[in-house]
């Protein structure tokens, strides 16, 4: 049996764990219904907005310092949120739902006042809560967690909290139900003495409760967001107001910074660390930020899958992507960003993970897939893929991967265009596609003797048909264009040109098992696969299943070292810990230092030279 207030007693009821707002929402929809109108009276209702606004406040912080292209500079962990912390946290709420039943049976009390006894606004209220915050919450709060951080206490407590390595705004809902309840009564107590004296109101309610969260998360948002200048100024302000680098320092250290948001009791208890001010004015300087060895060039898919990034929702960003449809109502909020980077917006910085002591970042070009696909657009799209490249050859960085259909060879050659006009370059331009084919060819069984090839003269068509000719396997190249098949023919090796063969028509495959597919394939199309037929695909997006007896592979992708560092998000519909080629592609790039860029054509001789390579650093196929 486990020391009692060291787990959540609903912790087995996985999300049914909103339920337990069931009761509140009944009466509120019971008095709705009673009156016909909104309740207002009811502070079962004002619960429920008050859990909105909170749980709104927390989300705001959190996107806020997941901003990376606003917040990169000024973060004072610079270690990435890995998938391990994210399912540690995954329940961070679990406070604000104790808090909310607490409030609900409290609020439930004959002695306590119902809503329509109080004003909407007494100063006096706010003067007293605020005396009492001073003097009682902050000095017992100071007491009780120095008192967490002792012995057993620690370890049964407050030892949880502490794992996570790098604090979020969730961080701050992160522990035990002790732990809660001493945030309760911290928070509750100015509340009760104020109401006590019956200078309580509906807006203290609100507002002590928001601000206190408020502070909180910021206090946990990893982010710099108070001015050395200020305290330089006001050196006393130093002692009211902890920042997040002062509370980073106590959950590094867990040996100093142990205020609630006054670090005059540190200081009072001789507890304050010596470096919270001086690391504060560094971090706020930007001082500590560091140039990425790998850049990751990516675009946004749609609208709906804009609202996977990390910065929006940390439950969606950090598993592969699926349409949900709880997040449909804010789709006219994701479009409005769509137009607003059409418009006014340039490549930003998405994500980062470390590899071996390497920084790896994934910006985004603020184009979505189908403006690809617009000939007006295309000159403003390679502008912004040539601002990306110079940015990224001006800071230093080694390596830069093309993702998709910022490599599109009707687009810009498959990065051919920025190397010609740029040939100076020092950051090697890389569209990856080398390890694509790789890992395309690699899924192949040994015994297969014969491949149906559709996308045959694309860039990863040709590359594949070569590769497979040599190892005399025969190759039905569906295209219509004689002169294209020819061309890609009469690059083969004369005793292997015979395995190279032009079909037109999909009937041409009907015995044909092993299709590899980089066109998309309609149902009626995929018919004329015999029964068993595996399709691999390198088409985006990828078809879909309609054949029950057949199997489908999923796009190129390689899976991650296991010494990766602070990934905490899905590569689009990619599992956790995997990217797609074409990334794997430049983290081999970089890793290995070759000096030469990897644009337009497939090097067909350089395939089993980068699979190998990306073997011998620990990727494996996905």
């Excluded at 982010?223 to 200020?230: D, F, G, N, Q």
């Excluded at 991967?401 to 920025?418: I, R, V, Y």
């Excluded at 399709?535 to 796009?555: E, N």
Aim: with cysteine.
């Amino acid at each position: 049996m486990g020391s009692p207030l060291a787990s959540w007693p609903w912790a087995s009821l996985g999300s049914y764990k909103y339920l337990l707002y069931g009761p509140l929402a009944a009466k509120v929809a019971h008095a709705w219904r009673e009156t016909g109108s909104p309740p207002l009276g009811s502070w079962c209702l004002h619960l429920l907005l008050l859990l909105a606004l909170r749980s709104l406040t927390f989300q705001l912080w959190f996107s806020y310092g997941n901003m990376l292209f606003f917040t990169r500079r000024r973060r004072v962990v610079k270690d990435g949120v890995d998938f391990r912390q994210i399912d540690a946290e995954w329940d961070w709420d679990n406070m604000v739902i104790l808090q909310t039943l607490i409030a609900a049976l409290v609020a439930d009390s004959p002695a306590f006042p119902g809503v329509a006894e109080l004003r909407a606004w007494d100063p006096r209220g706010w003067a007293l809560a605020l005396l009492l915050h001073v003097t009682v919450s902050e000095p017992a709060f100071y007491w009780a967690h120095r008192a967490l951080h002792r012995g057993p206490l620690f370890s049964r407590y407050h030892a949880e909290h502490h794992s996570s390595p790098v604090t979020q705004p969730l961080t701050a809902g992160f522990g035990t139900p002790l732990e809660a309840l001493i945030l309760t009564a911290a928070m509750g107590a100015p509340l009760a003495g104020a109401f006590a004296a019956g200078a309580g109101s509906v807006s203290l309610v609100y507002g002590h409760v928001l601000l206190f969260d408020y502070l909180r998360c910021m206090g946990y948002s990893n982010v710099e967001v108070v001015s050395h200048k200020a305290f330089a100024a006001v050196p006393a302000l130093r002692y009211l107001l902890y920042t997040p680098t002062y509370l980073s320092l106590h959950h590094r250290e867990k040996d100093s910074n142990f205020c609630l948001f006054m670090p005059l009791f540190d200081a009072l208890g001789g507890t304050i660390n010596a470096k919270s001010w001086e690391l504060q004015k560094e971090v706020d300087q930007g001082m500590n930020d560091r140039v990425p060895d790998f850049v990751f060039l990516a675009h946004v898919v749609d609208v709906v899958s804009s609202m996977h990034v990390p910065f929006a929702f940390r439950s969606c960003s950090s598993l592969p992507f699926a349409t949900r449809l709880v997040l449909l109502p804010l789709w006219p909020v994701a479009f409005a960003f769509m137009l607003l980077q059409w418009f006014c917006s340039k490549t930003f910085t998405v994500s980062f993970y470390f590899l071996r002591g390497r920084l790896h970042q994934t910006w985004s070009v603020p184009r979505y897939g189908f403006q690809y696909f617009i000939p007006s657009a295309k000159k403003g799209i390679n502008r912004q893929i040539e601002l990306a490249i110079l940015r990224a050859d001006k800071m230093g960085v080694k390596v830069i991967s093309l993702a998709a259909l910022n490599k599109n060879e009707a687009l810009n050659g498959g990065g051919t265009l920025f190397v010609s006009k740029h040939p100076n370059l020092r950051v090697r331009v890389v569209h990856g596609n080398t390890l694509t084919a790789a890992v395309i060819l690699n899924e192949i069984p040994s015994n297969v003797k014969e491949v149906f090839l559709t996308g045959a003269t694309s860039k990863l068509g040709r590359a594949i048909a070569l590769y497979l000719c040599r190892k005399k396997i025969r190759v039905l190249m569906l295209t219509l264009s004689t002169e294209r098949f020819l061309k890609i023919q009469r690059e083969a090796p004369a005793e292997s040109q015979q395995y190279l063969v032009q079909v037109t028509k999909y009937q041409a495959a009907q015995s044909c098992k092993t299709w590899i597919v980089g066109k998309w394939l309609s149902p009626r199309e995929q018919r004329w696969a015999p029964p068993g037929t595996h399709f691999h695909q390198f088409v985006v997006p990828p078809i879909i299943g309609f054949r029950r007896d057949c199997t489908y592979g999923k796009l190129a992708a390689m899976r991650l070292p296991k010494d990766v560092e602070g990934l905490g998000s899905c590569e689009y519909t990619m599992e956790r810990g995997v990217v797609h080629a074409c990334h794997a592609g430049g983290v081999v790039h970089c890793l290995e230092g070759w000096g030469h860029h990897e644009v337009g054509a497939i090097d067909v001789d350089r395939i089993d030279v980068v699979w190998k390579a990306a073997l011998r650093h620990g990727l494996t196929p996905a």
